[in-house]
């Protein structure tokens, strides 16, 4: 099979093209830029054919699709920017790259007859109860700019084709960008004191495992909505930030213990408004991959042993 990904200087684009070559499959990336400017490690996303692509030019989308002619488009790529996204003069720019730009895409896979994937996120529902959300919930009620803007994505996709995967995925990390733990690593290292919220509840996602579980479905043709996060329950963002730190310290990076750095657990409300609101409610019940006979990521607390014994030692 050949593959198409957008988004590949992101952290899952990234991940993705490393699969695809670890498994020996022809992969083509692309992104916005001129050229590939992930990070530079060497690995297969920097020797893998790249384009340059504005998916929210149409007439771009479908030559340059037409003419590589994939099996399987991966769509990646998104405007995730949650809160610069409720900016008045944002909001048309969102607009265009996750509801026009996958709309592009989903018409050209269906000219070609290929699959898609496309990534979506807990965002489109409202975050509220205690419930785990059912990938097949049509209870969706998004809480922010962003939020709407994937469930109009993902509503372009369904309309638009039968060979589809929705993956909704939450709290991601990867190495090939920006993300919570770096945050947490960096803000650590600066501050003796921090507050982190403990009123919304979800489950880590890491993209070097879920590369493999996305490739695990171009494989098949067990189409609809999926929920992917990993393994390991749910927990807090003051959970998570509490076991990161332990684990850094684990891992020989003395910085981060309790005689440096007190971590204080607060409410969304005490911790301050944002101009996007957050949902609380971040639980993805996962049950309808084992179902379908796919292998579930990895526990979270091993992901992040994984992903922290590769990432300590760099600058974020």
Known sequence: MKFFVTGVCGQLGHDVMNELASRGYEGIG????????????????????????????????NQILETT???????????????????????????????DGTQYIASACKKLGCKMIYLSTDYVFDG????????????????????????????????????????????VFGRNGKNFIKTMLTVGKNHDKLTVVNDQIGTPTYTFDLARLL?????SEKYGYYHVTNEGGY?????????????AVALGHTEYDED????????????????????FNSRLDKSKLIQAGFTPLPDWKDALQRYLTEILNEEF
């Open 30 to 61: 692309s992104d916005i830029a001129p050229e590939y400017s992930g990070v530079q490690d060497n690995t297969a996303v920097t020797k893998m054919p790249y384009i340059s692509l504005d998916i929210t030019n149409k007439e771009a989308v």
């Open 69 to 99: 002619c994939p099996d399987v488009v991966i769509h990646c790529a998104a405007w995730t920017a949650v809160d610069l996204a409720e900016d008045t003069d944002k909001q048309d720019t969102v607009k265009k790259i996750n509801v």
């Open 128 to 171: 509220q109860g205690t419930t785990p959300w059912q990938p097949d919930c049509k209870n969706y009620r998004p809480l922010n700019i962003y939020g709407q803007s994937k469930l109009l994505g993902e509503q372009a996709v369904a309309n638009t084709l039968d060979k589809y995967f929705i993956v909704r995925i939450a709290w």
């Open 215 to 219: 490739i695990d479905m171009a494989e």
């Open 235 to 247: 927990i807090s963002w003051y959970d998570f930030t509490k076991e990161i730190f332990r684990q």
């Open 260 to 279: 440096h750095i007190t971590v204080t657990p607060v409410t969304t409300a005490e911790y301050g408004a944002s101009k996007a609101a957050r949902p």
